[in-house]
């Protein structure tokens, strides 16, 4: 979730772990944090008898829900620690195997506007990401039910609605919903027009340095279930397609030097993309 400091990106993902019931933990990323801070560590003991051994404590990744706070701040070392726990559910420390909690999800917040002391996450991480949400600022009644809500009595908290077990339920249910073959050709169309090397779209051959890869499509594949489930429907359309388009393929394509100098986004050229099917 990307979007300026004070929107509640932090509070939403709190608030996502209650409701669901997870075991929920955050990590506030910053340049000097290291990758055993998140992992864990294997510490020295010796019992009573004298004999000494390796015990591993588990770092804040052994969750069911992590929060990954501006994870643009920490160094590349420290945010490549993720990368084996969001694609394999589980870490290696000191060359042994330990498995993550299941279900395991990663919620990560960025801010946009301040470049000094962050750095840019590396393409497969992002990569790994099912979507970027961009958080924008609240509209004046939103807004004006935050200041009003926020500064008066307590806020009521959040009670949970479902658990772990109920959640991996839902997740199994979304990958059982049928998919028509409409659907799924308008998914690799619009994928595929995005890669500059076999893409027919001007705006892609000129302005896009490297495209989305398969985990675009797997993506989409499963985010355009579950908006048909959730909005009541059995089966998803087009229009699920076009729907998550941007936050799904956003943070997979990048734009060349020039294209930026140029002011061109990578909204517009999903947009050009999106025309094929649309």
């Known amino acids: 979730m990307i979007g300026v400091p004070g929107l509640g990106k932090t509070r939403l993902v709190e608030t996502l772990g209650t409701v669901f019931g997870l075991d929920e933990r955050r990590v506030q990323f910053t340049p000097d944090l290291m990758p055993a801070d998140i992992l864990g560590s294997e510490v020295l003991e010796e019992s009573d008898t004298g004999k000494r051994s390796f015990r591993f404590i588990k770092g804040p990744v052994f969750s069911q829900l992590l929060l990954a706070d501006e994870i643009n701040r920490a160094s590349p070392r420290t945010q490549s620690a993720l990368l084996q726990a969001m694609q394999e559910h589980r870490v290696s420390v000191a060359g042994h195997y ?46 004006r039910q935050i200041m009003v809500h926020t500064t008066g009595e307590p806020e009521a908290a959040p009670k949970q609605v479902m658990d772990a077990e109920t959640l991996i339920k839902a997740q199994k249910l979304i990958r059982q919903v049928p998919v028509g073959e409409s659907v799924a050709e308008a998914i690799l169309e619009i994928v595929r027009a995005g890669r ?74 999903i947009d050009k993309m999106c025309e094929r099917v649309a």
């Open 98 to 143: 330990h498995d993550l909690p299941f279900p395991f999800h990663v919620l990560a917040t960025q801010n946009p506007l301040e470049l000094e002391g962050t750095y840019p996450l590396p393409e497969a991480q992002l990569d790994r990401f099912f979507m970027q949400v961009d958080v924008d600022y609240p509209d004046i009644e939103a807004e």
């Open 196 to 269: 500059p090397e076999g893409s027919d779209i001007t705006d892609v051959q000129n302005h896009v340095s490297w495209g989305p890869g398969p985990r675009a499509t797997q993506a989409l594949m499963l985010g355009v279930r579950a908006r048909a489930v959730i909005e009541g429907r059995l089966a998803p359309s087009i229009d699920d397609v076009l729907a998550l388009a941007h936050p799904i393929l956003r943070h997979r394509m990048a734009l060349t030097f020039s294209a930026r100098a140029e002011g061109v986004t990578l909204g517009r050229v």
